[in-house]
C-alpha cells in the first residue's frame, strides 16, 4: 500500500467549487494532485484557497477524450475524482449534445482509461440528485426510482450507470456521491445562492434596483459544500465502493435564503403582496426583492429532500453545517469582497 505522503490524486474540474474545495483537503494530507485542465482554465477558486501555485499540484494539458488516457497511464494515480461536468441544470435544455459529450462519453474514456492503463486506481464519481424520478414524494435513499427531467439529469444517470457496470462487470473499484445541491462561498455566478448573496449585499451597502428573482416559494435540499467534499476521501477507504446520497434532509425555499442573507447583515426586510407580485421593503418601504417571471423554471416545483442516513451511519456523522450558518459565511464572504 503506497503511504500517506506519496497519495497520488487526479482530480477532474480543478478549478470548480468542489474541485478547488477538494484539492484543498487532499493537500492538508500530503496528496500529489494532478489536475487536467483545458487551456485558460479559470483559477479564481483555487486563487481563493491559495493554492493555485502550491507545489504538490501538477497541472497537465487536457484536449482531447485520448488524452485522458495517457495521463493515467503516466501517472498510475492511486485516487481519481471524476468531478468535472456540464453542471447548469436550466441551460442543459439548449445544448444537450454538449451535455453528453461532457458527462457521459468523458465519464466512458475514464473508465475504460482505468480499466485498460491503471486497474489499482480508485475512483470517485459524482452523481447528482437530478437522476431521481421528479414525482416522489418521499424522502429519496440511494434506491429510489431514477428517472430524470432534463438533460443534464438524463447525462449524469447515463454517467452513473456506466460506473455501477464498470464496477460491476470488470471489479473496477468505485464509489458515487450522489449530490443534492451544495453552496459555498466558492459557488459560480449563475447559482441562484450566489446571485441572492452578492445582490443583497450590493443593496445593503449601496442600494439600488431591487434583486429579482422566479419563484421564491421553490425549494431545494441544500447543504455546505466544505461538509460534503471533505468525505469524497472517505468513501475511497471503504473495503469496495458504494453509493451514497449527499444531502441535508431537509428543504429550504429561495425566500428562505433571502430572509437568512439579509438578516446576516442585520438589515430589516418585510414581505407584501402574492405570487408574481410579491416584494419586500425595507424599513424605509424601498422595494428591495420583486419577482421577474421570466426566471420561473420548469420543475420549481419539484421538492426533492435527500435521505443521508446511509451516509451518517457509514462514517458517522452526527451534524453538517447550519443552513443559516452557511448563508451567512457566503454573505459574509461577498461583504469582504465588495
Not at 442543459?92 to 492503463?117: G, M, R, Y
Not at 464496477?167 to 449530490?179: G, K, M, Q, V
Amino acid at each position: 500500500m503506497v503511504s500517506m505522503q506519496t497519495q497520488k490524486a487526479i482530480i477532474t474540474g480543478i478549478s470548480g467549487q468542489d474541485g478547488s474545495l477538494l484539492a484543498q483537503h487532499l493537500l492538508q494530507r500530503n496528496y500529489q494532485i494532478i489536475a487536467p485542465v483545458r487551456e485558460n482554465y479559470n483559477t479564481i477558486n483555487l486563487q481563493a484557497l491559495n493554492i493555485e501555485s502550491h507545489k504538490n499540484i501538477h497541472f497537465v494539458a487536457l484536449q482531447t477524450l485520448a488524452d485522458i488516457n495517457s495521463i493515467i497511464l503516466e501517472y498510475q494515480p492511486d485516487e481519481f475524482y471524476h468531478l468535472a461536468a456540464f453542471s447548469h441544470v436550466g441551460q442543459s435544455h439548449d445544448n444537450p449534445q454538449k451535455v453528453f459529450e461532457v458527462n457521459s462519453n468523458w465519464t466512458l474514456k475514464i473508465l475504460q482509461a482505468i480499466k485498460n492503463s491503471s486497474p489499482e486506481t480508485r475512483l470517485f464519481f459524482a452523481s447528482s440528485c437530478e437522476i431521481f424520478d421528479s414525482n416522489l414524494s418521499e424522502d429519496v435513499d440511494e434506491n429510489s426510482p431514477k428517472k430524470p427531467s432534463n438533460p443534464y439529469g438524463i447525462s449524469k444517470l447515463a454517467a452513473h450507470n456506466l460506473v455501477e457496470y464498470f464496477r460491476d462487470r470488470y471489479d473496477i473499484y468505485s464509489s458515487i456521491a450522489i449530490l443534492f445541491n451544495h453552496e459555498s462561498e466558492l459557488r459560480s455566478d449563475e447559482f441562484v445562492s450566489k446571485k441572492i448573496c452578492q445582490e443583497v449585499v450590493r443593496i445593503v451597502k449601496h442600494g439600488g434596483k431591487p434583486l429579482m428573482l422566479g419563484n421564491i416559494n421553490a425549494k431545494k435540499d441544500w447543504g455546505y459544500a466544505p461538509d460534503y467534499v471533505k468525505l469524497f476521501p472517505e468513501l475511497l477507504k471503504l473495503p469496495k465502493g458504494d453509493d451514497f446520497v449527499f444531502a441535508s434532509g431537509k428543504l429550504h425555499s429561495v425566500k428562505d435564503m433571502v430572509e437568512v442573507a439579509f438578516a446576516s447583515l442585520n438589515y430589516k426586510i418585510s414581505w407584501k403582496g402574492r405570487d408574481e407580485n410579491t416584494i419586500a421593503i425595507n424599513s424605509s418601504g424601498e422595494t428591495v426583492v420583486a419577482i421577474d417571471t421570466r426566471f420561473y423554471r420548469p420543475m420549481d416545483n419539484r421538492y426533492l429532500i435527500g435521505n443521508k442516513e446511509k451516509l451518517a451511519k457509514t462514517f458517522n456523522i452526527n451534524l453538517f453545517t447550519p443552513y443559516e450558518k452557511w448563508v451567512k459565511n457566503m454573505v459574509l464572504f461577498e461583504y469582504q469582497k465588495l
